[in-house]
């Protein structure tokens, strides 16, 4: 567990620290009267600006900040207050939340934080007789996401008692089983995280992708390509395009007219392009998905 709140001399909230050496800050620990915390958006915005500039962080090699669902005063007020690196989505695998997820992603994206990676919580369930992974709450969501945004990173969880009972405990599994297949599962993750938040910041170079002479044209690394607008508006993934869930495809090929051309090409995070069509449609397209074409 953890221990005490304090102040510095400075009067600066003291973080609680974790026996793991990790220091941990929550409103909870300073609202000492207990009960709800019932604010309005200033109050809530004042709160978290204490918890993130008025704590005597010392030296941090990362600060994760745990985030409620949603888009709003919340999560404005913390990308208004400091500069994040990245953002990592938690989804789980049922229809209604890939569609919060995605509001997610284009907030982020406005706001200019790179989505580094997709968690998705309770991915399946191992029984104790048989390696089958029951798919107790669907499945295919996380895979929309990232075939949808280009994403590279992507995790599952599975329903694992333990990992509940451990974080009641104060101990999470991945200390009290650290050889364990959850374990394993939450390394790759810290792993890949760390390394795509530095990879970003040592080079964060996108393709350029222009309409020109009635081609899109995809440039990277002094290697250009030109694709057909019409070809491109034909494999448009989205949902209104293609069957979210059984991925058949929804838009026929003698719907897109072959004098189609992009009003408006902008970037889609760090991993893809959005491009306006003259349709009136908006399609996301994997950078990835654009070098393969």
């Known amino acids: 567990g953890v221990d005490g709140l304090y102040y510095t001399k400075a009067n600066l909230l003291k973080p609680i620290e974790h026996k793991s050496g990790m220091k941990l800050m929550s409103f909870a620990y300073a609202n000492t009267q207990g009960g709800p915390a019932i604010m309005r958006g200033p ?104 075939d949808q945004y280009g994403i590279r990173n992507a995790f599952e969880i599975p329903i694992v008692p333990a990992i509940a009972t451990q974080g009641d405990n104060g101990l999470p599994l991945v200390a009290a089983d650290p050889d364990g297949e959850v374990a394993q599962v939450y390394k790759d993750l810290a792993g890949d995280i760390v390394r795509e938040v530095s990879r970003i910041a040592m080079d964060n170079t996108k393709p350029s992708v222009t309409f020109a002479d009635g081609m899109i044209k995809v440039e990277q690394d002094g290697t250009a390509k030109s694709i057909n607008p019409a070809e491109l508006r034909r494999k448009c993934g989205c949902a209104h395009c293609v069957d979210e869930f059984s991925g058949e495809k929804r838009l026929q090929d003698a719907d897109v007219p072959e004098d189609i051309k992009p009003t408006d090409i902008s970037t889609m995070g760090n991993y893809a392009v959005q491009i306006a069509w003259s349709d009136s449609h908006s399609s996301i397209y994997p950078y990835r998905n654009l070098a393969d074409f």
Not at 89 to 98: A, E, G, H, L, V
């Open 43 to 146: 109050m809530v915005s004042q709160v978290i600006q204490q918890l993130l500039v008025g704590c005597d962080w010392g030296h941090l090699d990362y600060l994760i900040i745990d985030l409620p669902p949603g888009t709003g005063d919340i999560q404005l007020t913390i990308t208004q207050t400091i500069a994040m690196d990245a953002a990592v989505i938690i989804t789980t695998p049922q229809k209604i939340s890939f569609i919060d997820v995605v509001k997610g992603i284009d907030m982020f994206n406005k706001l200019e934080v790179p989505v580094v990676g997709i968690i998705e919580n309770m991915s399946y369930f191992l029984c104790d007789s048989c390696d089958k992974k029951h798919r107790i709450f669907g499945e295919g969501a996380m895979q929309k996401l990232v």
